[in-house]
C-alpha cells in the first residue's frame, strides 16, 4: 500500500489584513459525553465492506489560500487532511469559504485486502492539472494549483490534490479507489470562484455530496470538493464512496440515542406573543379531537390517546380527517395548545450509507395561526389566510457515526427548510442547539429576528424571538421510529395514519384578500394579491397536513 505523504503549511505571502472567520477552528461549546457501550457507534472507523475501512479526520494543514471571490468576497482556503492516521491514506483534500470558522471533515480509507492486485485502494497513475491561479491578479498566499488524480482501471478518484507548486503531487499522495466501492456523487454548496457568485463559465468550487440520499441510500460523502472549470465538471471524474457491506453497526442503539439527545437536543423559543402553542398527541386527542369520515360527516368519533382507533395504512385519499372539538369553548381550549403537556417525536434514521444519523425531533401543534404580511411599511394580519388545524414541524440533528459529533442541523420552514452548520449555531447550556420558532406558522429558524417570505419589501412575515415560552426537547420526548433498530421500538398507532390532520377549511381567498387591500394604498394592492397566489397551500391554510410519516423527509434527505 505504500506510506502516505504529508505536506507542511503553506507560507503567507499577504499583506497585513484582518483575521478572517476560517483562522479559528470551531469547537463546541462543551466537551464531547462518554458514549454508552455499544457495536459500532463512535468506534473511530467504519468498514464499508469489500475490504475499505474509513476513519473522519477533522484536523488540517493549510496548503493555499485566497483571500477574494466566493461568499462574501472573502475567498477560500484549501487543506490537506493531517496528520493521517498510520495505514490511512488520504482519499481528497478539504476546502471551505473563508467567511466561516474552520469547521469540517474528510474521509481517509485504510486497505484491508493485503491484495496488491485488486485491492480496495490503489495510487493514481497520473494527474490532470484542472487549474492554476498562477497568471491571477488576486489576493492569495502563494500560488494555488488543482489537480485531478487519473486512477488506473478498475478505479474511481473520490477527491482532488491541492499543491502550491507547479511540479504534479507524488503519485503516493493519494489513492483511487476500487469502482465498486465508489458511488455517484453531484456538486452541492459553493465553496468559490473569482467572482461573488458563482459563474456557470468560470471557475467554481462546490462541495460534493452523493446523488442519492436517504435512510436506505448506501451512498457515502467522503468530505471533498469538486473543481469545475469553464463549465466542464471535473465532478463527472469524482465519485463518492458506498457501504457495500449495508451494515448499521455504526449506528447508535437506544441507551447511545438517548444519550445523543441529551447531549444536542435543541431549546424552542417561541416567539412572545405567540396564542398557538405545541401539545403532546395525546393531549390533543384526550382533550376532545374528532376523527371524521366522507359521508359520514355528521357522526365524527372521540379519538382514543394512542390513536388506536385510527386508519392505519393506506394513502391520503381524503376518506378521513382530523378537526378540533364541536364545542365552542373546548375549541378554543384547544387550538391554544398546552406546552406544559408538550412532547417531541423522534425519529432515527441512517444517512449517507449510515455514516451518519439523523435524529429528526418532531413537533406537534393543535392550530396553526393566521399568517402576517409585510407590505413595504405596513403590517398587516391576513385574516384566516395560514390559519389550519393540526401543524407539524421539525427540526433534524446531523451527527457523525464515528464519533457522536453533532455536525449540522436542519431547520424546518414551511415546505422547504435549511441546513446549518454546526460552527454557525447558537448554543445554550452546552451543546444545546437554540432553535426559533415564528409566530403563527412555526416555522423553525436559527437566529431570532424577521424572515420575510416574498420578493422586495413584500412578503409573509415569519417573527422570531426569545421569550419566557421555551420548550426544551429534550425533557419529554419519545422515540417514534428507528427502522434498522427493528422491533426495539414499537411505533405508536397515531404515526401510521396517513391522512390529514386538519379538515379542508373553505373560504373566499378573494374576499381576504379584498379585505386585506382595504388597509393598502392603490399601487400595493396588485403585489399584495400577487404574493397571497403565490403561495403554497401549506401557507395559505386551506387544509390541515399529513402526519410526519407522509413526509419526502421521513425515507429520504431533507430538502
Not at 431549546?267 to 398527541?281: A, I
Not at 464519533?403 to 449555531?425: I, Y
Not at 397571497?532 to 395559505?540: G, H, Q, R, T, Y
Amino acid at each position: 500500500m505504500g506510506n502516505c505523504l504529508t505536506v507542511s503549511s503553506a507560507s503567507d505571502v499577504s499583506k497585513k489584513r484582518n483575521a478572517l472567520p476560517i483562522e479559528t477552528s470551531f469547537k463546541l461549546p462543551a466537551p464531547m459525553p462518554t458514549w454508552p457501550p455499544g457495536e459500532g457507534f463512535a468506534g473511530g472507523t467504519i468498514d464499508l465492506g469489500g475490504g475499505l475501512e474509513v476513519c473522519q479526520i477533522s484536523s488540517f494543514t493549510k496548503v493555499w489560500a485566497t483571500h477574494e471571490g466566493g461568499p462574501d468576497n472573502l475567498g477560500a482556503t484549501f487543506f490537506e487532511p493531517s496528520p493521517m492516521p498510520e495505514e490511512f491514506c488520504m482519499l481528497g483534500c478539504y476546502s471551505q469559504p473563508n467567511k466561516k470558522p474552520l469547521f469540517g471533515w474528510v474521509l481517509a480509507g485504510k486497505d484491508n485486502t493485503n491484495n496488491p492486485l485488486g485491492g480496495a485502494l490503489k495510487k493514481p497513475i497520473d494527474y490532470t492539472l484542472v487549474w492554476s491561479s498562477e497568471s491571477l491578479k488576486i489576493k492569495q498566499d502563494g500560488n494555488g494549483y488543482v489537480w485531478l488524480p487519473t486512477p488506473p482501471d478498475g478505479y474511481k478518484a473520490v477527491g482532488h490534490v491541492i499543491t502550491n507548486l507547479p511540479e504534479k503531487p507524488s503519485l503516493d499522495k493519494i489513492r483511487c479507489v476500487r469502482s465498486d466501492l465508489t458511488d455517484l456523487c453531484e456538486a452541492d454548496t459553493w465553496i468559490w470562484g473569482l467572482d461573488k457568485v458563482a459563474n456557470a463559465n468560470g471557475f467554481n468550487v462546490y462541495d460534493l455530496q452523493p446523488s442519492d440520499r436517504g435512510a436506505q441510500a448506501l451512498a457515502v460523502s467522503v468530505g471533498t470538493f469538486v473543481a469545475q472549470n469553464g463549465g466542464a465538471a471535473s465532478s463527472l471524474s469524482l465519485a463518492c464512496l458506498k457501504n457495500i457491506s449495508s451494515n448499521l453497526y455504526a449506528m447508535p442503539n437506544l441507551a447511545q440515542v438517548d444519550a445523543l439527545v441529551q447531549a444536542y437536543s435543541p431549546w424552542v423559543y417561541l416567539h412572545p406573543d405567540e396564542q398557538y402553542l405545541p401539545s403532546s398527541v395525546s393531549w390533543f386527542f384526550q382533550n376532545g379531537a374528532l376523527l371524521y369520515q366522507q359521508g359520514e360527516e355528521s357522526k365524527p368519533v372521540n379519538i382514543d390517546p394512542t390513536g388506536s382507533n385510527l386508519p392505519q395504512g393506506g394513502s391520503n385519499d381524503g376518506a378521513y380527517w382530523l378537526d378540533l372539538p364541536v364545542d365552542a369553548k373546548a375549541k378554543e381550549t384547544v387550538k391554544k395548545g398546552d406546552l406544559q403537556d408538550s412532547m417531541t417525536y423522534m425519529h432515527i434514521k441512517p444517512m449517507l450509507g449510515a455514516t451518519f444519523t439523523d435524529i429528526a425531533i418532531w413537533i406537534f401543534y393543535p392550530f396553526n395561526g393566521p399568517a402576517r404580511a409585510k407590505v413595504e411599511l405596513i403590517n398587516i394580519s391576513l385574516g384566516k389566510i395560514g390559519e389550519h388545524v393540526g401543524d407539524w414541524e421539525h427540526v433534524t440533528l446531523r451527527v457523525s457515526n464515528f464519533n457522536g459529533k453533532l455536525m449540522n442541523v436542519f431547520f424546518s420552514e414551511h415546505s422547504s427548510g435549511t441546513w446549518v452548520n454546526a460552527s454557525e449555531l447558537e448554543f445554550q447550556n452546552g451543546n444545546k442547539v437554540v432553535s426559533y420558532a415564528s409566530l403563527h406558522g412555526h416555522a423553525f429558524y436559527p437566529k431570532p429576528g424577521l424572515v420575510l417570505q416574498g420578493s422586495g419589501a413584500i412578503g409573509i412575515r415569519n417573527d422570531t424571538a426569545k421569550s419566557k415560552m421555551v420548550m426544551d426537547t429534550g425533557t419529554r420526548y419519545m422515540v417514534v421510529a428507528a427502522e434498522y433498530l427493528g422491533s426495539a421500538v414499537v411505533e405508536p398507532p397515531w404515526l401510521n395514519y396517513y391522512r390529514k390532520w386538519g379538515p379542508k377549511i373553505s373560504y373566499d381567498l378573494a374576499a381576504e384578500i379584498k379585505e386585506v387591500e382595504k388597509l393598502l394604498p392603490g399601487k400595493l394592492k396588485s403585489a399584495f394579491e400577487k404574493l397571497v397566489k403565490s403561495l403554497p397551500n401549506e401557507i395559505l391554510g386551506e387544509e390541515g397536513p399529513t402526519g410526519p410519516k407522509m413526509k419526502k423527509n421521513w425515507d429520504g434527505d431533507e430538502v
